[in-house]
C-alpha cells in the first residue's frame, strides 16, 4: 500500500486536547514509513519505574511547555528517539485509549513519512524497532486476560521475539480495525 492510500483511509480530524480532567493526559505518535509501511516503536528499559520492558509508540506525559497534546507527541518523539516530526506530517489521531496500571488516557497521533534519518534513542528507550505495519497487525489476538478486568479489550501482537501488548495493542487494534473496514486487512 502507498503513502497516499495510508494517507487517506488513516486520516481523520486532529483534535489535540481532552476534556477529561479525571485523568493524567498523555499522547503518542505512530510514526509509519517507507514504501514497506513500517512503524516505529520502542522497548522500554527493565529499570524504568512504569512500564519497565514493555514496547511502546514514542511519547508521554504533557508538559507545562506543550500548548497540546499534539506538542506532546512530537516533542516526546524527538526526545526519546531523535526523530523531528513536522506538524504537516501528522494526518490524524485515534481513540484515546487508557492504560491500566499508570492512570493515563492517551491521544494516539498518526504520522507518514518518506522516510527517516538515523534515530538516536535517549535513556528512556532500550531499543529503536521497525515493524513491517501488515505482518505485525496479522498477529493480533483478542486475549482473555485478568490482569485487565477493568479494561473492556485485550490484545497482544507479536513479531519476532516481541510481544505487544496493553494500550500500545489497542491502539493497533484501532488501525487493524481500519485496514478491515477498508478491505486492506
Not at 481532552?18 to 516505529?40: C, F, Q, R
Request: aromatic share 6%; hydrophobic share 40%; charged share 20%.
Amino acid at each position: 500500500m502507498n503513502a497516499d492510500s495510508l494517507q487517506k483511509i488513516l486520516s481523520s480530524e486532529i483534535l489535540p486536547k481532552l476534556d477529561d480532567d479525571s485523568t493524567k493526559h498523555a499522547a503518542v505518535l505512530i510514526v509509519i514509513y517507507g514504501e514497506d509501511n513500517k512503524i516505529i516503536m520502542t522497548k522500554k528499559p527493565i529499570t524504568m519505574q512504569q512500564h519497565a520492558g514493555e514496547i511502546s509508540f514514542p511519547g508521554g506525559k504533557i508538559d507545562i511547555c506543550d500548548e497540546n497534546l499534539l506538542d506532546t507527541a512530537i516533542r516526546e518523539t524527538l526526545e526519546e528517539i531523535g526523530l523531528v516530526v513536522p506538524t504537516h506530517k501528522v494526518i490524524g489521531q485515534l481513540n484515546p485509549v487508557r492504560t491500566r496500571s499508570s492512570g493515563f488516557t492517551i491521544i494516539p497521533f498518526i504520522a507518514i513519512l518518506e522516510q527517516i534519518t538515523q534515530l538516536q534513542p535517549n535513556s528512556e528507550v532500550d531499543e529503536i524497532l521497525h515493524f513491517p505495519i501488515m505482518p505485525l497487525l496479522q498477529t493480533l489476538e483478542n486475549v482473555d486476560d485478568p490482569d485487565h478486568l477493568t479494561i473492556s479489550e485485550s490484545y497482544k501482537l507479536t513479531y519476532g521475539d516481541y510481544l505487544i501488548w496493553g494500550a500500545s495493542a489497542r491502539m493497533l487494534k484501532q488501525i487493524a480495525d481500519i485496514f478491515k473496514s477498508n478491505q486492506i486487512l
